[in-house]
């Protein structure tokens, strides 16, 4: 029974963590003053917050929405680095769709396909889909501050 518990709360976590952040990323995009400042490179920041942004929707999208929600959704990851442009507004109904396609796919996880490995390889070793949903979550976050310093930065 612990065991049950256990994973039905990391899920709940893991949803409320995602939604917090993909929050915060639209909270981030739409903080733009000038929208073509979220294309911006400078010096050493050499990914503009647009592409890190496309990346993120794209990552989540792929193993989260696809691998386990069976979301149709096909990725170019390198479009995600090389578009430029998007206009914001589609940027910010990307991520809204981001959040609404991970919330759902968790959401329909059971205990089992927590444990089970993740369906392919993603690292040099198989992982638990377990511990690439943690990872996913970091992966995230520091691309998020990324973002946030790049808004702070050459948004001025």
């Not at 479009?79 to 109904?93: N, R, T």
């Not at 070793?125 to 976050?141: I, N, R, W």
């Amino acid at each position: 029974m612990v065991g049950k518990t256990s994973n039905k709360m990391i899920l709940e976590t893991l949803i409320i963590l995602f939604t917090r952040d993909l929050q915060r990323l639209y909270k981030e995009i739409d903080s733009y003053n000038d929208e073509s400042n979220i294309w911006k490179i400078d010096g050493g920041i050499s990914n503009s917050a647009g592409n890190l942004c496309l990346h993120l929707v794209g990552n989540l999208n792929t193993y989260i929405g696809r691998e386990l929600g069976k979301i149709e959704y096909v990725r170019n990851r390198e479009l995600e680095f090389s578009i430029k442009d998007v206009p914001k507004s589609e940027l910010l109904e990307k991520i809204d769709e981001t959040i609404s396609i991970v919330s759902s796919s968790l959401s329909k996880l059971t205990r089992e396909e927590l444990d089970k490995e993740y369906p392919i390889m993603i690292f040099d070793t198989m992982t638990s889909t377990e511990y690439l949903l943690v990872h996913l979550t970091t992966h995230l976050t520091y691309h998020l501050g990324q973002i946030n310093y790049h808004r702070r930065l050459l948004d001025q």
